[in-house]
C-alpha cells in the first residue's frame, strides 16, 4: 500500500496560479505512476495528468499548455503547478499512485476553488 497526502488547495482568481503537492509514502518502489484527477459534484472523478516513472507525461485535453505535473523523488512527492486557472477548473483533485496493473492508493483529496 502507498499513503498520499494531498496540500497546496484554496481558492484563487480567475487566471492565477496554484501548485498542489503529493507526498508518498509506504511501498513507493512499487509506484509505476501518478496521477492528479478531480471531481466536481454530480460528475465523475477525471484524470488530469499523469507522469510515469521514466517521466512521460500526459494531459487532459482542457489542461494542456496550463497544467504540469512534476515529481522530485528524491522527496517522493509529485506536483501539479496549475496556472491561467478558470472556473471550470474548481473541483476536489485527488492524488492517485498505480503500479501496472492496479491502483495502489488515494489521496484524501484537496478543494480548488476559482472565483472572483
Known amino acids: 500500500q502507498v499513503q498520499l497526502v494531498e496540500s497546496g488547495g484554496g481558492l484563487v482568481q480567475p487566471g492565477g496560479s496554484l501548485r498542489l503537492s503529493c507526498a508518498t509514502s509506504?511501498?513507493?518502489?512499487?509506484?509505476?505512476?501518478m496521477g492528479w484527477y478531480r471531481q466536481c459534484p454530480g460528475k465523475q472523478r477525471e484524470l488530469v495528468a499523469v507522469i510515469t516513472t521514466d517521466g512521460s507525461t500526459n494531459y487532459a485535453d482542457s489542461v494542456k499548455g496550463r497544467f504540469t505535473i512534476s515529481r522530485d523523488n528524491a522527496k517522493n512527492t509529485v506536483y501539479l503547478q496549475m496556472n491561467s486557472l478558470k472556473p471550470e477548473d474548481t473541483a476536489v483533485y485527488y492524488c492517485?499512485?498505480?503500479?501496472?496493473?492496479?491502483?495502489?492508493?488515494w489521496g484524501q483529496g484537496t478543494q480548488v476553488t476559482v472565483s472572483s
Open positions: 509506504g511501498s513507493i518502489v512499487s509506484i509505476y505512476a
Open positions: 492517485n499512485a498505480a503500479g501496472r496493473i492496479r491502483s495502489l492508493g
